[in-house]
């Protein structure tokens, strides 16, 4: 399945691929060395774009989920919370997903620049910030641009309820998605260099679940 917010420009490859399919076949036998390039080339274009753009299916993780697929980049303390980054590279899944069930209270655009996602710099990035009201604690979830990766595209808005493991949102192309919850609430059990999966893969455990 293709993500929502795919842009149409991917059916572009796969159509001109069979327009030179078809016209192959109704050309003469022999086949030029260009007919053939151009194949291969409308090929490997179409494949990247559907797999690129792809949405697969995940069973939801128990606790707090992983919001994308890729590796974490970071698990530090700010204050009263603990701020958990995964960095997508160009072969992630890159649907985001609610990694808590909650009710969005705001969403706000900021940041400036287009460094590389798995940067410190990228800190200040093009950004969305989604703050949610969560039973019982409040989190936020962070959506980073990325050098390459310049299109936020929300699924979401003020006023919506989100289940743990649903579709958010997509960035395309390599970005980070930032979880932040509240660090007296949640056992952090991923570390810098751990791969996970968006809606399956836990980050954390509530410490009352450890009790």
Same mark, same amino acid.
């Given at each position: 399945?293709l *993500?929502r917010?795919?842009p /149409?420009?991917?059916?572009?490859?796969? #159509?001109l691929? =069979?327009?030179?399919?078809? !016209?192959?076949? !109704?050309g003469?036998?022999?086949?030029?060395?260009w007919n053939l390039?151009?194949v291969a080339l409308l090929? %490997?274009?179409?494949?990247?774009?559907?797999?690129?753009f792809?949405?697969p299916e995940?069973?939801?993780?128990?606790?707090?989920? !992983?919001p994308?697929?890729g590796?974490v980049?970071g698990v530090d303390?700010?204050?009263?919370?603990?701020r958990v980054s995964?960095f997508?590279?160009?072969?992630?899944?890159?649907?985001?997903?609610?990694?808590?069930?909650g009710k969005? +209270?705001?969403?706000e655009?900021?940041?400036?620049?287009f460094h590389? =996602?798995?940067?410190?710099? #990228?800190?200040h990035?093009?950004q969305? =910030?989604?703050?949610?009201?969560?039973?019982?604690?409040?989190?936020? +979830?962070v %959506?980073?641009?990325g /050098?390459? *990766?310049?299109?936020?595209?929300?699924?979401? #808005?003020?006023g919506?309820?989100?289940?743990?493991?649903?579709?958010?949102?997509?960035?395309?192309f390599?970005?980070? +998605?930032?979880?932040l919850?509240?660090?007296?609430?949640?056992?952090?059990?991923?570390?810098p260099?751990?791969?996970?999966? *968006?809606?399956?893969?836990?980050?954390?455990?509530?410490l009352d !679940?450890d009790?």
């Amino acid at each position: 399945m293709l *993500a929502r917010g795919t842009p /149409w420009t991917i059916t572009i490859p796969p #159509a001109l691929l =069979a327009l030179t399919a078809v !016209a192959m076949v !109704a050309g003469p036998l022999t086949v030029a060395l260009w007919n053939l390039l151009a194949v291969a080339l409308l090929l %490997m274009l179409s494949f990247m774009g559907i797999y690129f753009f792809r949405d697969p299916e995940r069973t939801v993780g128990e606790g707090l989920v !992983a919001p994308c697929h890729g590796r974490v980049l970071g698990v530090d303390e700010e204050g009263d919370r603990v701020r958990v980054s995964t960095f997508m590279g160009p072969m992630d899944v890159h649907v985001i997903r609610a990694p808590l069930k909650g009710k969005v +209270v705001s969403m706000e655009r900021g940041g400036s620049g287009f460094h590389r =996602a798995y940067t410190s710099e #990228a800190g200040h990035n093009v950004q969305l =910030a989604i703050d949610l009201h969560g039973d019982p604690e409040d989190f936020t +979830v962070v %959506m980073v641009s990325g /050098w390459f *990766a310049r299109r936020i595209v929300p699924h979401i #808005a003020p006023g919506d309820t989100v289940e743990r493991g649903s579709r958010i949102g997509l960035i395309r192309f390599g970005s980070r +998605v930032d979880v932040l919850v509240p660090k007296n609430e949640y056992r952090i059990t991923v570390e810098p260099g751990t791969r996970v999966r *968006a809606g399956s893969s836990s980050l954390g455990v509530r410490l009352d !679940a450890d009790s």
